[in-house]
């Protein structure tokens, strides 16, 4: 990629960073509220004009672009290497349990793939983490899906080797390629479900498309997954129903 087209490239995908983290941050400060009282914390966040502060998620994902700056791609290494990196430079982002234990080896010199592989009793990572960082990588390569698709997968190598963890991965960042691209509402869900790899996530993902956009939200999310398990398939499919829902109002979508 020539010096005009990184550079240009880096802007959507630190807007689509921008994006990520104000979310995150958002998401985080009604962290543990019960489900019914969401819709009043909201508020309550929004009237306080307290800063919000972000996570892990938006931590892993300046990893992400720090990678494609310096790489013009998902360098698999390096991108394990910056996630450690960061994470003991600053641990207190609220990283699970297996993040923390799996960045502390790779930070000890242990090889990421075999780690990652080691997670939950040998199946890997199912869980949203991968899918949370990954909208930047749609930004960078915005126009191209199938390549926006194969470096999302890459990205979630170090830390979520199950299939499905990579799978939301990959639905986020095409989902955000074709945002940056001015796609057609009608458009995007298909789209995305033909870049994810099989499996439960690509499943909802097609209940997604089916349901109705101007059904009830709070109906919608009890029937695809609100991220309370934390898994890419509980939380990736309504993240992107509600997404393509409010698609020219990121604050409406929030």
């Known amino acids: 990629m020539d010096t005009f087209m990184s550079d240009a490239a880096l802007v959507l995908a630190r807007r689509s960073l921008l994006g990520l983290a104000i979310g995150d941050a958002f998401g985080e400060t009604m962290f543990g509220e019960p489900a019914e009282a969401a819709q009043r914390a909201a508020k309550r966040v929004l009237a306080a004009r307290r800063p919000w502060r972000w996570t892990d998620d938006t931590a892993m994902a300046l990893s992400i672009v720090e990678v494609l700056g310096s790489h013009g791609a998902i360098d698999v290494d390096a991108l394990a290497d910056a996630f450690a990196r960061r994470w003991a430079r600053d641990p207190d982002r ?3 349990a297996g993040a923390v234990r799996l960045l502390d080896r790779i930070s000890r010199g242990a090889p990421w793939r075999r780690e990652a592989q080691k997670l939950f009793g040998g199946q890997g990572s199912y869980g949203n983490g991968a899918a949370m960082r990954a909208a930047p990588i749609g930004g960078y390569f ?3 899906l199938d390549r926006v698709r194969h470096e999302a997968l890459r990205s979630a190598e170090p830390t979520h080797a199950h299939p499905d963890g990579a799978a939301g991965a990959a ?3 095409v989902a955000a390629a074709l945002a940056a691209s001015g796609a057609r509402r009608d458009d995007l869900l298909p789209e995305v479900i033909r870049c994810t790899p099989p499996g439960i996530t690509q499943e909802r ?5 089916d349901t109705d956009l101007s059904a009830d939200p709070l109906r919608v999310g009890l029937a695809l997954g609100t991220g309370l398990d934390v ?3 509980d939380t990736v499919p309504f993240a992107l129903w509600v997404a393509v829902r409010h698609l ?3 604050e409406d979508a929030i």
């Open 248 to 250: 020219s109002s990121f």
């Open 171 to 173: 639905a986020v960042a």
């Open 142 to 144: 915005a126009g191209d």
């Open 94 to 96: 609220g990283y699970g």
């Open 231 to 233: 898994a890419a398939h």
């Open 205 to 209: 993902l097609r209940r997604a498309a």
